[in-house]
């Protein structure tokens, strides 16, 4: 069992529809970061969200951190075929040196 | 702008070979990270370096060894190659432990 688990592992949708990510624990988390990674690459922050109940938006990205710290969910609205990616959420925790965890990934496939 | 520059990008090794896999920064960074990405497991941290001069093991060390030569440069070796640590190796930076990663493009590595 990972602590962070991200879900769906593998979503594939056609272009123009919503989506939403899910990464959850039963841990508290100081901050927790959003990454996307296409093939053949490293993974590139999305976004860091730190305080409880956090809304950050980015274009059509909607990042929220639950108000306990210990989930985030990511929003995509009218999803783009150059949105398919590995979507990896990350929690850093006081009581692990700040160092990050990453969850297993979400595989997103938009169709056009 | 180079960011985190990793070699080689692919390596065969036989079982019981050794190699070291080399990862430089140019953002002046203190942290780095070496990391392994396996199908569905998202990255698994091996060893950090917080600062210059120091290492730690991270989640999946052993099999691995890590050398900080300067602030820019953090190696990874494997002594003997096992089939099980065939993966996709990536080098990530950060300013500090909890702060954004910077990551490379990766190592692919196949062990037969």
């Known amino acids: 069992t990972q602590l962070l688990e991200q879900s769906p592992q593998f979503l594939s949708i056609q272009e123009g529809e919503n989506l939403t990510v899910y990464c959850n624990s039963s841990?508290?988390?100081?901050?927790l970061q959003w990454y996307r990674q296409e093939p053949g690459e490293g993974p590139v922050l999305l976004v860091t969200?730190?305080?409880?109940?956090e809304v950050k938006k980015l274009k059509r990205l909607t990042f929220q951190f639950g108000d306990a710290r210990k989930d985030s969910s990511l929003h995509i609205t009218a999803a783009q075929p150059g949105d398919t990616g590995l979507y990896l959420c990350a929690g850093a925790r006081w009581n692990a040196g700040n160092m990050l965890t990453f969850g297993g990934g979400t595989r997103l496939m938009v169709k056009p | 702008n180079a960011g985190v520059t990793q070699t080689p990008k692919f390596q065969v090794l036989k079982t019981g070979q050794s190699m070291t896999l080399q990862c430089a920064q140019d953002m002046n960074h203190n942290s780095m990270y070496w990391y392994r990405q396996d199908p569905g497991m998202g990255l698994r941290l091996i060893y950090y370096s917080a600062s210059e001069g120091t290492t730690d093991k991270g989640e999946v060390p052993n099999g691995y060894n890590v050398s900080r030569l300067n602030k820019r440069e953090f190696s990874l070796r494997l002594e003997s190659a096992a089939p099980s640590q065939t993966s996709v190796y990536f080098c990530?930076?950060?300013?500090?432990?909890?702060?954004?990663?910077?990551f490379g493009d990766g190592t692919r590595l196949s062990i037969l």
């Open positions: 969200v730190v305080t409880g109940g």
């Open positions: 990530a930076s950060s300013s500090l432990n909890n702060q954004p990663q910077h």
């Open positions: 841990s508290v988390f100081s901050s």
